[in-house]
């Protein structure tokens, strides 16, 4: 079960040997109004690119994000990608596991933007293994955003994945916490000591995941109940955090 953690300290040195595992939307970068208003700092590129370099390419992205649209916002980096909250898992050498896509996630996305057409504030996220419906700047219409992608979820079998603002229907059960799984079974990351870093409750398997191969989760946000070992406490501090610990890193 997730503890409530109430630590203000940052977490210890932790990337010595790591095998880094980072979420992308409220942990390297800050959020926005749409997936595409988000802003890639420099200090993120950075980041990404002193860890491919001091843990020798032991770190990878796992993002709701397409594992293409990951890998467009990092350009010029051959990147190890989790993306579509796992369901596709790409190397940097090219290896690739990707699923099939439903045929039933047109139904949703046609119901989704059906509903979206009629309620100003609303925005249509087709994914290439998912929809989702972000209602960050329709709050008052989170309840019938949740209740209609709940009947959805039941009319259709796919996975509903509530986040930060957002409800998404996806096409399996597949989380964060299976992908970080497959990339500790196999180079690079295999042989490295697991540690993600995450904002949000579609990271809660991959911080479960991460301790119960021996590593840690570091939450990135407010205080909660979490799987995570160890909390920063925003975006600045969580790329502060991992340049300092990757420049002490050997």
Known sequence: MPDFIDNFEPPPQLLQRASLFLDIDGTLLELAASPH??????????????????????????SGRSAREVAA???????????????????????????????????????LRAFCAQHAGLLVEDKPYGTALHYRTAPHLADESHALASRLATETGLVLQPGKMVVELKASATNKGDALAAFMSAPPMHGGTPVFLGDDDNDEPAFAMARKLGGAGILVGEPRDTHADWRLPNVGATLAWLRAGLEATT
Do not use: C, Y
């Open 73 to 111: 916002l990092f350009p010029g980096l051959a990147l190890n990608i989790g993306g579509s909250h796992g369901m596709e898992q790409l190397w940097a050498d090219g290896r690739t596991n990707q699923p099939v896509r439903p045929e039933v996630l047109d139904h949703a996305l046609a119901a």
């Open 37 to 62: 208003a988000v802003i890639v700092s420099a200090a993120a590129i950075n980041v990404v690119r002193l860890a491919q370099e001091k843990l020798e390419g032991r770190v990878a992205l796992i």
